[in-house]
C-alpha cells in the first residue's frame, strides 16, 4: 500500500492506492507522479469534485442511468478503454472503475481522464 500528498498535510489530501502486482512509479519532466500497474489499482480518495474528460473526440459512447438518488456514467473509449462512475444526488463520488484509460489528478480535488499513450 502507498501513501501520497496530493496537497496540503491534512487527511483530506491523503491518497491511498493498494495494489495487487507490481507497480513502478516514477516521475516524468514536469514532476508529475506516474503510477503504472499490470495488475489492479484501488486509489482512494478523500475528496473528488470533478471528473473530466481530456478529449470528447476519444470518446466513443456515454451511457448515463439514474437510480434511487444516484446517477451513474459509463464512458467508452475508442482503443478499448472505459470508466465506470457513480456520484450521489448531493454530487458525493460513490464509486469511479477505471480500465485501460489514464487518470491524472489536478490539485487535491479534480481528475482528468484520457486514452493510455502508446507504449
Do not use: W
Request: proline share 1%.
Amino acid at each position: 500500500m502507498i501513501f501520497f500528498k496530493t496537497g496540503d498535510v491534512d487527511q483530506d489530501h491523503l491518497v491511498r492506492v493498494e495494489h495487487a502486482g507490481p507497480i513502478t512509479q516514477e516521475r516524468d519532466a514536469d514532476g508529475k507522479l506516474l503510477i503504472r500497474s499490470q495488475g489492479d489499482l484501488v486509489i482512494e480518495l478523500a475528496c473528488i469534485k470533478r471528473v473530466t474528460v481530456e478529449d470528447m473526440v476519444t470518446l466513443r459512447a456515454h451511457e448515463i442511468t439514474e437510480v434511487f438518488g444516484s446517477t451513474s456514467h459509463y464512458l467508452l473509449f475508442y482503443g478499448g478503454g472505459n470508466v465506470r462512475l457513480a456520484y450521489a444526488s448531493d454530487g458525493t463520488l460513490i464509486d469511479l472503475i477505471v480500465d485501460g484509460v489514464m487518470v491524472q489528478m489536478s490539485g487535491s480535488d479534480r481528475l482528468s481522464l484520457r486514452i493510455q499513450d502508446a507504449a
